[in-house]
């Protein structure tokens, strides 16, 4: 059944239920928290006032409201005046303990009437706390002067404004919707005051435009005549945009208490008939009561007395109904009849007609208090049948809706959305709570005025409350299973996350190693194999810490699973935090598993490979350590033999020819070295620390070696076949091949110009002239070769030494010397240069300016052993 205490706690002291709803009252306080300055000002002079409305009857007030209700006292003596009851003694101490001890009884007090303190603590009230004190006061004022108010079965707030709109309705201007902006132009207040006492305001002489006047004369009135005191500033209403709403039902308040306490119930209408017995003799009394009232009087009780005990309440509203208008109508013809019993006694007519007076009095007060007892049966059976419908209307489908089981199907953040829907029906349930309390009550009623058809309105009823108890449950068993799978599914969330934090890094870690297996790497000697090995089992020594940290992983995602399957989560989806799964982890330590004994056998291929190419860099080195001297060796010795030339052409030839043979015999070393290097070659090895040699530069300097000494034999040859055929005799040959020698350090130009200088040649047109002859492609270099040829042909062309005299003879006119002039106008331009640069000045006794002696060009050229 229902539980009618549930949200309808009775206080302790046997006062009346009062409901309130949390969340208006929450969302109250939160405004308070979030108070406007000018509200604040508006609730401090309200509240201020309203307490000392109630104070003063004990002799008392508060000028500060957050300072005089501190420590306690007069918030304990408010209480006990408004509500009439004693609180606890107070203490008396003005420690602080006592003052917080003093509050705690009145909020306990208030707490005891049901009230929800939302945030206050008697703390803040004794530090003096604005906003809490305002908002306590505030929760007083709704417990103790609003929250009783209920017009038309509304309560509190909406009971209040539909008073108001009611007493407001016929005067113009005045439309009550709220309680801030339609009391700003102060008509309501007036409309209020006038609807009441007509006679304390002149309402047509208001005008809506001037909102100071009014508030001021409403405020002025109420105070004078109503004993409501001034609880606001008109300045304050009008110059805020919206006045607070708190201040306002609070001072509105005060006139429903004043109006509703001074209300005068009409008095009922009079009997239906009366009759004045002065207008009949005795005799006609007599005759009446014999004649006519006492049948119809009979006749009467017996149809009352029928009707009264008549189970029929529907027929039975409509039969009184009918039987009032026939006593009408009785009434009426009783003055008739009274005319036909004037021969009654007189005796018997006061008595007879007081009791027919009586009798007719007591039937019209039955009639008409069972006119009203059906009438309220009815509305009460149709009321119900309207709550209960309206109920039944809005439990339809909620038991459908509380037993589905989306939630097993559901993330956590679609369980939190459930749950806070959940909570939102939850207050809606609640809220439904007073409309089956409302229900149950009116069925007890119909009950109790032994309503007709109380069979079906119990039937309606108990369907009512076995549902109402059943939503219960489910509910309770619904928000059970809510937070069961949130807390399950935060447990597996927390899992979730936990697994993504440490499955990334280890993805990483695998992915990288992966490539690190499976890296294609090149080396090119021991050393560098042996320390990718040394790191390749650095790396195999973490693989069993990494599988446990596998291990672990995988459990979080067992645990999971094991969480789900144990309380029926059918999980949707995979993990938010991370698209890695849990197969894809084994997947990827299955491949590294797999690629570790490969690298292992790869590193100890390469090994083996290198192991072999280190073999035969040593190999090679040796022989080519060996080879390389000796090729260095025979080339300065062929350099020295070149230069020394001891001996005779024929002896040097023989002894060249002979040292060709030996090296020509030392061949088989270097093709063994070329068999090592093809070795190399083939298998890529492209350094060799441990000799200096290459194979390329043994083979060059091999090819060097060949060529120089098959040089040097043909150069004996050449220079036999150019002595003998023009006629150079060996000690010529050999001043030449000195000369040539002494000079040849680079065998460049300016080392042959300083030969041809050692030899008599001089002048750089000379040295120019014979560079054409000597190195006609211009290389920059000279053979011992071309300096042989070029000396042949040179002492082969030259005249004698006395051909070349009488030859200037003939040119100086046979004088003893002989000038530039003529040698410049007799010879060639080049010639005669060449002989001017190589003649001494004439210094005989015929000498003239300019006289050149070829005598000196003899000498020059020939020498004094030629003359």
């Not at 002025?220 to 209403?237: F, N, Q, R, T």
């Not at 004045?276 to 005759?287: A, K, N, W």
């Not at 002989?818 to 006794?845: F, H, N, V, W």
């Amino acid at each position: 059944m229902v539980d009618y205490h549930a949200s309808n706690n009775q206080a302790s002291s046997g006062g009346p239920a009062v409901y309130m709803d949390p969340r208006e009252q929450e969302n109250d306080w939160d405004r308070d928290l979030l108070l406007d300055p000018a509200w604040e000002k508006q609730q401090r002079k309200t509240f201020t006032a309203w307490c000392n409305s109630h104070l003063r009857k004990a002799g008392t007030q508060i000028e500060n409201i957050e300072e005089d209700f501190r420590d306690g006292l007069k918030l304990m003596l408010l209480l006990e005046v408004i509500s009439g009851e004693r609180l606890p003694k107070p203490e008396r101490g003005k420690m602080r303990v006592h003052k917080i001890n003093n509050v705690n009884k009145a909020l306990d007090y208030i707490a005891s009437k049901g009230v929800k303190l939302v945030s206050i603590g008697a703390e803040e009230i004794v530090d003096g706390n604005a906003k809490m004190t305002l908002g306590m006061i505030w929760t007083i004022i709704l417990r103790f002067a609003i929250q009783d108010i209920s017009v038309e079965e509304t309560s509190a707030k909406e009971g209040l404004l539909l008073w108001c709109q009611r007493k407001t309705a016929p005067y113009k201007n005045v439309n009550v919707q709220n309680f801030h902006i339609s009391w700003k132009d102060g008509l309501a207040f007036n409309a209020l005051i006038h609807r009441h006492r007509p006679e304390l305001i002149d309402y047509d002489k208001l005008r809506k435009d001037d909102p100071l006047t009014n508030l001021n004369n409403a405020f002025e009135v109420a105070e004078k005549y109503l004993d409501i005191p001034k609880m606001m500033d008109a300045e304050d209403i009008v110059n805020t945009a919206r006045p607070d709403e708190k201040a306002i039902m609070t001072y509105v308040s005060s006139f429903y208490h004043a109006f509703s306490g001074a209300q005068k119930v009409p008095p009922p209408p009079g009997p239906v008939l009366h009759i004045y017995p002065t207008l009949f003799s005795p005799f006609q009394h007599g005759f009446l009561l014999q004649h006519w009232c006492r049948p119809h009087r009979e006749l009467v009780l017996d149809t009352l007395l029928h009707t009264t005990h008549t189970k029929s309440y529907g027929p039975v509203l409509v039969n009184i109904q009918s039987f009032g208008q026939s006593f009408v109508h009785f009434g009426k013809q009783s003055f008739v009849h009274f005319g036909n019993v004037l021969a009654l006694w007189l005796q018997d007519i006061n008595g007879s007609w007081h009791n027919l007076e009586g009798a007719e009095k007591g039937y019209e007060e039955w009639m008409l208090n069972e006119i009203r007892r059906l009438e309220r049966l009815d509305h009460l059976a149709e009321k119900f049948r309207q709550k209960a419908t309206i109920h039944e209307s809005w439990t339809d489908g909620k038991e459908a809706m509380l037993t589905q089981k989306d939630y097993e199907t559901a993330s956590l953040s679609e369980v939190k959305a459930l749950l806070r829907k959940h909570e939102a029906f939850e207050s809606d349930l609640a809220a439904h709570q007073d409309r089956v309390e409302q229900i149950a009550a009116i069925a007890q009623e119909l009950n109790e005025l032994d309503y007709y058809d109380s069979p079906s309105v119990n039937a309606r009823c108990q369907k009512i409350c076995e549902q109402w108890d059943a939503l219960g449950s489910l509910t309770q068993s619904r928000r059970e299973s809510l937070e069961r799978t949130e807390k399950q599914l935060e447990s597996i969330d927390e899992l979730y996350l936990e697994y993504a934090k440490r499955a990334a890094p280890f993805n990483n870690w695998m992915e990288g190693a992966m490539e690190d297996l499976q890296d294609m790497f090149i080396v090119h000697n021991i050393e560098e194999i042996q320390g990718l090995i040394t790191a390749h089992e650095q790396f195999k020594s973490t693989l069993p810490e990494a599988n446990k940290e596998r291990e672990a992983i995988q459990a979080i995602q067992a645990e999971v699973q094991k969480i789900a399957q144990y309380n029926g989560i059918k999980l949707s989806g995979g993990n938010p935090y991370t698209t890695i799964t849990p197969k894809s982890i084994d997947d990827k330590w299955h491949k590294v598993e797999q690629l570790v004994p490969q690298r292992d056998r790869a590193l100890q291929e390469e090994l083996a490979k290198q192991q072999s190419n280190d073999h035969l860099r040593r190999k090679f080195a040796t022989q080519a350590n060996i080879v390389g001297p000796w090729i260095q060796t025979k080339m300065e010795e062929i350099g020295r033999i070149s230069i020394e030339m001891n001996g005779t052409l024929e002896d040097q030839l023989v002894n060249l020819r002979e040292y060709e043979q030996s090296i020509i015999e030392y061949k088989p070393n270097i093709d063994q070295l070329e068999g090592d290097h093809q070795l190399i070659q083939e298998a890529l090895i492209f350094d060799n620390k441990y000799t200096a040699y290459t194979m390329e530069h043994l083979r060059v300097g091999w090819e060097q070696l060949l060529t120089t000494i098959a040089r040097t034999i043909n150069e004996i040859e050449n220079q036999i076949l150019t002595r003998d055929a023009k006629g150079i005799s060996q000690e010529q040959l050999h001043e030449y091949r000195t000369s040539f020698n002494h000079f040849d350090k680079v065998r460049g130009q300016h080392e042959f110009k300083a030969c041809l200088i050692s030899l008599g040649y001089d002048g750089d047109a000379e040295f120019a002239r014979i560079m054409g002859i000597v190195d006609p492609n211009n290389s920059g270099a000279v053979t011992f070769q071309a300096f042989i040829d070029f000396m042949s042909r040179e002492t082969t062309d030259t005249d004698t030494a006395d051909q070349v005299i009488a030859s200037f003879k003939i040119l100086a006119a046979d004088k003893n010397f002989i000038t530039a002039e003529e040698l410049r106008r007799e010879l060639p331009p080049d010639q005669a240069e060449y002989c001017i640069a190589r003649m001494a000045p004439y210094s005989g006794p015929d000498a003239k300016p300019g006289a050149l002696d070829y005598m000196s060009f003899s000498t020059a050229l020939y020498g004094e052993s030629d003359l």
